[in-house]
C-alpha cells in the first residue's frame, strides 16, 4: 500500500502525481499516481483530467480502455485544454473507444491546431497528404506541417521533409529535405534519421557517404525500424503510406512496430500514449528492441517528461536478457552518476556484457571502446594498455572514428604503418585530429 503526504490542492495533488507517474524523485506508482490525479481531477483540475485520460489510453495503472481515455479528454477539450483536444481527435480518426468519425476528428485537429497545438497540426497534415483519403490535399498537408515545423515538431519536420523529397506541392529540394531530416533526427525521430541515410546513400542534397548512411540505418535499426533492417540486408520494401487505423497486433514484433509508428508519426497519427501502450505490450512479452526504445523515451524524454530512474529500469530488463544496446546504455548511466550511484565496476561489467553481445556493429564498437577507454585509465577494473590497445582496435576496425584516432595514436612509437592506417580511417570520417597527427607524419 503506498502512502503519500496530504495534499493541500489540486495544483499540490497534480505535483506528486507527477512524481509517482514518471519516477523521477522516487520509485514509479501508476496507482499513486492514478489515486491523486483522479481526486484533482474531481476539482476540475484540467491538466489531471488529461492526464488521467493518457493513463487509461497507455493502460497506466488502470485497465486500458480507449472509451474510458476518451471521457477524459472530452472533460480536458471542454475546458480548451489542446493536448486533450488532439488526443479525442486521434481516437475519433482511429475508431478507438467512439465512433470512427474522420470529418470530427478533423474538426477537432483544427481547433487544437489553430491553437498551436504541434502535435495536432502534424496529424492533421497526415490527413490531408493521404493519398486515398477523401480529403487528400497535398497544399493543405504541407501548410499543416510548415507549421509544425515552425513549432519545432519532429514529426512534423519529418513529414515535411518528405513532401520536399517527393516535390509534393513544392518544388522539389532534397537539401530542403535533408536539413528537416537532421532537425527531426536531432530530436530521435527514427523515421526521419533513416529517409536522411537514404539521401546520404545517393549523395541526394547532401555529399554521398556511405559510411554515415550506414552508421543512420543501423540507428534506426537498432529501434526496430523494419525498412531499415530490410535496407541493410538489401531486402525489398514498399514505399511508406499513410494508415489511418493500425491493425490490432498480437505478437510482439507487430506491438513494436504499432508502438514506433504512433511515436514518430509518419505512417500514422502520433499518439505518445498508445505508442507506450504498445511498447510495453511487446516489451512484456520480452522484447528486448522494445525494452531498448522504452528506455530511450524516458531517458530523452520522448513523447513524456523525462526520466532516467525509469530509464534504468527499462534498461536494466533489456540488459538481463542480452540486449548489447540496453547494457551499453545502462553502464554509461552507471559510468557519469547519472540518475544512478556512480560505479565504475558496474559499468564496467556491462560494457563488457554489451561488447560479447549479438548487437550491431555501432553498439558493439562503442561497447568496446567504452571498455578499452576503462582498460587505459584503470577505472573499474586493473590498468592493463594491452588490453585497451586491444578493444580499442576491435572498436576501429568496426568503424569507430575516436577509436580509429585513439588506435592510430597509441600505435605511433611501435607501429607506423598501422598507426597511419587507423589514422586514416578517421580522417576519412572527418577527425580533424587524425589529420594533423597525419601531417605531422609527413
Same mark, same amino acid.
Given at each position: 500500500?503506498?502512502?503519500?503526504?496530504?495534499?493541500?490542492?489540486?495544483?499540490?495533488?497534480?505535483?506528486?502525481?507527477?512524481?509517482?507517474?514518471?519516477?523521477?524523485?522516487?520509485?514509479?506508482?501508476?496507482?499513486?499516481?492514478?489515486?491523486?490525479?483522479?481526486?484533482?481531477?474531481?476539482?476540475?483540475?484540467?491538466?489531471?483530467?488529461?492526464?488521467?485520460?493518457?493513463?487509461?489510453?497507455?493502460?497506466?495503472?488502470?485497465?486500458?480502455?480507449?472509451?474510458?481515455?476518451?471521457?477524459?479528454?472530452?472533460?480536458?477539450?471542454?475546458?480548451?485544454?489542446?493536448?486533450?483536444?488532439?488526443?479525442?481527435?486521434?481516437?475519433?480518426?482511429?475508431?478507438?473507444?467512439?465512433?470512427?468519425?474522420?470529418?470530427?476528428?478533423?474538426?477537432?485537429?483544427?481547433?487544437?491546431?489553430?491553437?498551436?497545438?504541434?502535435?495536432?497540426?502534424?496529424?492533421?497534415?497526415?490527413?490531408?497528404?493521404?493519398?486515398?483519403?477523401?480529403?487528400?490535399?497535398?497544399?493543405?498537408?504541407?501548410?499543416?506541417?510548415?507549421?509544425?515545423?515552425?513549432?519545432?515538431?519532429?514529426?512534423?519536420?519529418?513529414?515535411?521533409?518528405?513532401?520536399?523529397?517527393?516535390?509534393?506541392?513544392?518544388?522539389?529540394?532534397?537539401?530542403?529535405?535533408?536539413?528537416?531530416?537532421?532537425?527531426?533526427?536531432?530530436?530521435?525521430?527514427?523515421?526521419?534519421?533513416?529517409?536522411?541515410?537514404?539521401?546520404?546513400?545517393?549523395?541526394?542534397?547532401?555529399?554521398?557517404?556511405?559510411?554515415?548512411?550506414?552508421?543512420?540505418?543501423?540507428?534506426?535499426?537498432?529501434?526496430?525500424?523494419?525498412?531499415?533492417?530490410?535496407?541493410?540486408?538489401?531486402?525489398?520494401?514498399?514505399?511508406?503510406?499513410?494508415?489511418?487505423?493500425?491493425?490490432?497486433?498480437?505478437?510482439?514484433?507487430?506491438?513494436?512496430?504499432?508502438?514506433?509508428?504512433?511515436?514518430?508519426?509518419?505512417?500514422?497519427?502520433?499518439?505518445?500514449?498508445?505508442?507506450?501502450?504498445?511498447?510495453?505490450?511487446?516489451?512484456?512479452?520480452?522484447?528486448?528492441? %522494445?525494452?531498448?526504445? /522504452? #528506455?530511450?523515451? @524516458?531517458?530523452? *524524454?520522448? !513523447? $513524456? =517528461?523525462? &526520466?532516467?530512474?525509469? +530509464?534504468?529500469?527499462?534498461?536494466?530488463?533489456?540488459?538481463?536478457?542480452?540486449?548489447?544496446?540496453?547494457?551499453?546504455?545502462?553502464?554509461?548511466?552507471?559510468?557519469?552518476?547519472?540518475?544512478?550511484?556512480?560505479?565504475?565496476?558496474?559499468?564496467?561489467?556491462?560494457?563488457?556484457?554489451?561488447?560479447?553481445?549479438?548487437?550491431?556493429?555501432?553498439?558493439?564498437?562503442? %561497447?568496446?571502446?567504452? /571498455? #578499452?577507454?576503462? @582498460?587505459?585509465? *584503470?577505472? !573499474? $577494473? =586493473?590498468? &592493463?594498455?594491452?588490453? +585497451?590497445?586491444?578493444?580499442?582496435?576491435?572498436?576501429?576496425?568496426?568503424?569507430?572514428?575516436?577509436?580509429?584516432?585513439?588506435?592510430?595514436?597509441?600505435?605511433?612509437?611501435?607501429?607506423?604503418?598501422?598507426?597511419?592506417?587507423?589514422?586514416?580511417?578517421?580522417?576519412?570520417?572527418?577527425?580533424?585530429?587524425?589529420?594533423?597527427?597525419?601531417?605531422?607524419?609527413?
Amino acid at each position: 500500500m503506498f502512502r503519500t503526504a496530504k495534499a493541500k490542492g489540486p495544483d499540490e495533488m497534480v505535483r506528486q502525481a507527477d512524481e509517482y507517474r514518471i519516477g523521477s524523485t522516487t520509485e514509479q506508482s501508476f496507482a499513486a499516481a492514478f489515486s491523486l490525479y483522479r481526486r484533482a481531477a474531481a476539482k476540475g483540475h484540467v491538466r489531471a483530467q488529461y492526464v488521467l485520460g493518457t493513463m487509461y489510453e497507455s493502460g497506466h495503472g488502470v485497465p486500458q480502455s480507449y472509451r474510458e481515455a476518451a471521457k477524459w479528454y472530452e472533460k480536458a477539450s471542454s475546458q480548451d485544454y489542446h493536448d486533450g483536444t488532439c488526443a479525442l481527435a486521434f481516437l475519433h480518426e482511429s475508431g478507438l473507444g467512439v465512433k470512427r468519425s474522420r470529418s470530427y476528428a478533423i474538426e477537432l485537429y483544427e481547433k487544437a491546431a489553430i491553437a498551436g497545438n504541434a502535435r495536432a497540426q502534424n496529424n492533421l497534415g497526415l490527413i490531408y497528404m493521404d493519398p486515398n483519403g477523401p480529403e487528400h490535399n497535398d497544399h493543405a498537408a504541407v501548410t499543416w506541417f510548415q507549421k509544425g515545423n515552425m513549432s519545432g515538431n519532429p514529426s512534423a519536420q519529418t513529414n515535411l521533409g518528405r513532401m520536399y523529397e517527393k516535390g509534393l506541392d513544392v518544388k522539389r529540394s532534397c537539401e530542403t529535405a535533408s536539413v528537416l531530416f537532421k532537425k527531426a533526427a536531432k530530436q530521435g525521430n527514427t523515421t526521419a534519421k533513416r529517409l536522411l541515410a537514404g539521401l546520404y546513400l545517393f549523395g541526394l542534397g547532401v555529399d554521398r557517404s556511405e559510411t554515415i548512411a550506414r552508421h543512420l540505418y543501423l540507428e534506426a535499426a537498432r529501434w526496430g525500424d523494419a525498412y531499415a533492417v530490410a535496407e541493410l540486408e538489401r531486402g525489398a520494401e514498399p514505399d511508406e503510406s499513410y494508415v489511418p487505423a493500425m491493425k490490432k497486433a498480437t505478437d510482439p514484433s507487430s506491438q513494436l512496430l504499432n508502438g514506433l509508428a504512433h511515436l514518430d508519426g509518419s505512417r500514422t497519427g502520433c499518439s505518445p500514449a498508445t505508442a507506450m501502450y504498445w511498447l510495453e505490450q511487446s516489451a512484456k512479452a520480452g522484447n528486448t528492441t %522494445a525494452m531498448y526504445v /522504452l #528506455g530511450q523515451i @524516458y531517458e530523452n *524524454g520522448f !513523447g $513524456t =517528461e523525462t &526520466s532516467v530512474r525509469t +530509464a534504468a529500469k527499462w534498461y536494466r530488463w533489456g540488459a538481463d536478457k542480452g540486449n548489447g544496446p540496453c547494457a551499453y546504455n545502462l553502464a554509461y548511466l552507471y559510468e557519469n552518476g547519472i540518475g544512478l550511484d556512480r560505479s565504475a565496476g558496474m559499468a564496467f561489467e556491462l560494457y563488457r556484457r554489451a561488447s560479447e553481445s549479438e548487437c550491431d556493429d555501432d553498439a558493439k564498437s562503442d %561497447a568496446l571502446f567504452a /571498455l #578499452g577507454s576503462m @582498460y587505459s585509465d *584503470g577505472t !573499474g $577494473t =586493473e590498468r &592493463s594498455p594491452e588490453l +585497451a590497445l586491444s578493444a580499442i582496435r576491435r572498436s576501429a576496425d568496426l568503424g569507430h572514428a575516436s577509436a580509429q584516432f585513439a588506435a592510430g595514436r597509441m600505435l605511433l612509437e611501435k607501429d607506423a604503418a598501422g598507426a597511419a592506417g587507423y589514422l586514416r580511417m578517421a580522417a576519412d570520417q572527418g577527425d580533424p585530429r587524425a589529420l594533423k597527427l597525419l601531417a605531422d607524419m609527413d
